[in-house]
């Protein structure tokens, strides 16, 4: 089953696209300051990220068949990029994660050794309150990430909150989707084709690793064994 459904991840790796025009290009793996802006776009008023095509490779081209992009403005492209990279990103760390935390697992000098599917709430029913940390530290990682990159909502008087209550979960059209100011190796080129090449790389990544992950997830669920395990008992494989 995972044989099969890696085999489709990599025929899906150019979904989620955007569509055609031409601008110029953003970045999500720029060092600079967190919730840095673009310059605001010219011409059809949509991202740079957009008009430059980023996002659309090969062998899919521009995939969108429920047309989600279809007559979207620019403060939602930036959100569902916004979106994108960001599950992109913990499916990446998920799935290494997945498969290294069942060979090795020293944190917090656990002794739990079940499949991925099940650590965690194996954890938390020999700890005490371990969710609750876990759940702070997530609200104030999109706390930050709101107060930087999310439209503002005045909530001083009514009459700011009716004036920009239509504000609220939107985000701001000119700031760059994936910008965390986080670049710590310096790895994001000057070049502006070098640019584009390591967004499509980080894009495409992320798109099979979000496969990839449900896919250890269901493949744990049926086999009821471990990824590296359903590996070497040929459970994984059952047709071959």
Known sequence: MKFTLFASLIA?????APAPAAVQTSTSLSAA???????KPKGN???????DQVGVTEPAGFFDPLKLSEGADAATLVKFREAELKHGRVAMMASLGFIVSELYHP???STINVDSIYAFQEFERLNDGPLIPLLILVAAAEGAV???KWAPVDLKTKGTLD???????KMQADTIPGDY???????FPEDESKQIEYQNAELNHGRI???????FVAQEEITKQGIVESWLTGAALPHF
């Open 12 to 16: 899906t790796a150019a979904a989620f």
């Open 181 to 187: 100011g986080w670049d710590p190796l310096n790895l």
């Open 146 to 148: 709101a107060s930087k």
């Open 107 to 109: 944190m917090m000098e």
């Open 163 to 169: 004036a920009t209550k239509s504000n609220a979960f």
């Open 45 to 51: 008023g949509l991202p740079k990220f957009w008009n």
């Open 33 to 39: 300051a967190f919730g840095r802006k673009t310059v």
């Open 209 to 215: 690793a979000m496969l990839a992950i449900a896919g």
